[in-house]
């Protein structure tokens, strides 16, 4: 009798998992890239071995690697350098070519570049962090264009001739903590950081100064709900953020903002509603007064009011091209407020979490009494992912060309402390049959996506439909991996 088999692959779950909401096979692998005792000697014949499989990561020792051609990365795997400074990808005018979801940057200097990352094909949850991007010489230097992409702590230094040094267009991605300093664009329409028709981007905690060109372009109408905050935006000879036939609702606060060619500007048909002021409130303290309210941003000489209660925010809005206004906008820079929620909100930029400078500690006086100050306490709870199925494997018995299997029941049981989203994935290793035939409670593998709630299970029914034009025989393997991220 044939067998048809699908061995369920578990899911590893660990802390930067839950930050980042990906999952692995249960025999990822790390390969040696470099040193003494290399698997490989360079990049690209890692990651064109077939050995090197989805999940699995190449550490790259200290040195130079270059290339003779474009780095096209077909596979869900992550790349990290031994030390961003000693690790030099020399790319020698090509491009590193993601082309898979799940791929992960990190630890290296991509050197010499056209464009250094340009995002391609299913490339989406890309991660690129804590690199130096150096010299990259496209117009479009980095190549954001898929969704939920991170680019974190990275520092892009040494471009110019550019149109966009960051590029993104990808919905619910993240800019945070990258420094851009020094770049000099192709002229007066260059922008540092472009958004372009992307929904829910956080652009925060950024250094963006001194660059020729404008520094945040938000652009077209679909790029809405932006949120853009503790950044220090200044000394860029165009806009400081300009948006340009912009969507609706971007929020602005808690950056600072100044000595641009021009700190904010708008193009075209003006946005309804932009926000200049947080959305929550938030307890501020400066110079040991507290203030609670929805702060603005910091102007510098921009902004000419005064501050005659000493709280740190300008006693008058501050008015925005006629139209908008910022109703609290600070007399200083915001590093120089401590967050009253217990996060400081100085030295933010290239790291999310801020140092609290206020004086929080009580001091006798000298009568021998006390001043009684309070400090605010905070703690983030990560949740603990704890999924298992059953079960290990299905067996989908004797099939023909055209005919669909009996559905094969699969448990999924959560013993985690928080409600999960579990979605699949057929491997590319896996027989085209699985790849094309497996369907999930009556949903196609790649759009199959179920709620499990903490302390329940579920169950959900795998069919495999062999396509009709499906032409070998036999016993044919493949697996499915499972994907889990706290809901």
């Known amino acids: 009798m044939n067998q048809s088999k699908i061995l369920l ?41 077939s050995s090197v499989v989805d999940g699995d990561t190449l550490f790259i020792c200290a040195g130079t690697y270059s290339s003779t051609a474009n780095i096209s990365v077909g596979k869900s795997i992550t790349i990290t350098g031994e ?30 570049g056209s464009n250094g990352i340009n995002l391609q094909t299913n490339a989406t949850g890309a991660v690129i962090e804590n690199c130096i991007f150096d010299s990259m010489t496209h117009a479009d230097g980095i190549k954001l264009f898929k969704d939920n992409v991170t680019f974190k702590n990275n520092i892009v230094r040494n471009m110019s001739g550019f149109t966009n040094a960051v590029y993104l267009k990808g919905n619910d991605s993240k800019l945070i903590g990258n420094t851009i300093v020094g770049l000099s664009g192709s002229g007066n329409t260059s922008r540092v950081i472009c958004i372009e028709n992307s ?14 060109g404008e520094a945040i372009r938000i652009w077209r109408v679909d790029t809405h709900d932006v949120t853009i905050t503790k950044n220090t935006i200044s000394g860029n000879s165009q806009k400081g953020i300009y948006f340009y036939n912009a969507g609706e609702n971007n929020t602005v606060f808690f950056n600072n903002i100044h000595a641009n060619g021009k700190n904010v500007d708008i193009y075209g048909t003006a946005p309804t509603l932009i926000h200049f002021n947080s959305l929550n409130p938030m307890t501020l303290s400066y110079n040991n007064t507290n203030w609670t309210g929805n702060p603005g941003n910091y102007w510098g000489a921009e902004y000419t009011g005064a501050d005659a209660d000493g709280n740190g925010i300008g006693d008058v809005p501050h008015t925005i091209l006629t139209k908008f206004k910022d109703q609290s906008p600070l007399i200083q820079p915001f590093s120089s407020y401590v967050n009253g929620t217990g996060n400081g909100t ?29 400090i605010s306490l905070i703690a983030k709870i990560l949740p603990s992912l704890s ?17 669909a299997s009996n559905p094969q029941e699969m448990t999924i049981t959560n013993n985690g402390n928080c409600d999960v989203i579990v979605t699949a994935e057929v491997t590319t290793s896996s027989d085209s049959l699985y790849k094309d035939g497996i369907w999930i409670d009556n949903e196609f593998w790649p759009d199959f996506e179920k709620a499990v709630l903490k302390g329940s299970n579920e169950t959900c029914d795998v069919v495999l439909k062999v396509p009709s034009d499906y032409v070998d025989t036999g016993s044919r393997q493949g697996t499915l991996i499972f994907w889990v991220e706290a809901a």
């Open 346 to 374: 100085g030295n933010e930029t290239g790291n999310e979490t801020g140092n609290e400078t206020g004086n929080e500690t009580g001091n006798e006086t000298g009568n021998g009494t006390k001043a009684n100050h309070t």
């Open 199 to 212: 929904s829910g981007v956080q652009v925060d905690g950024n250094v963006i100064q001194n660059n020729t």
């Open 83 to 112: 030390n961003k400074e000693s690790v030099i990808l020399d790319l020698g005018n090509y491009s590193i070519l993601p082309k898979k979801e799940g791929f992960v940057l990190r630890n290296v200097t991509v050197f010499n």
């Open 9 to 49: 692959g578990k899911v590893l779950l660990a802390a930067f998992l839950v930050l980042f909401a990906l999952t692995g096979t249960a025999f990822a692998k790390t390969w040696t890239v470099g040193g003494d005792a290399p698997d490989f000697s360079n990049l690209t014949d890692a990651i064109s071995n």
């Open 387 to 403: 999924v298992s199925f059953s079960p290990e494997s299905l067996d989908f018995g004797e099939l023909s060309v055209g005919q």
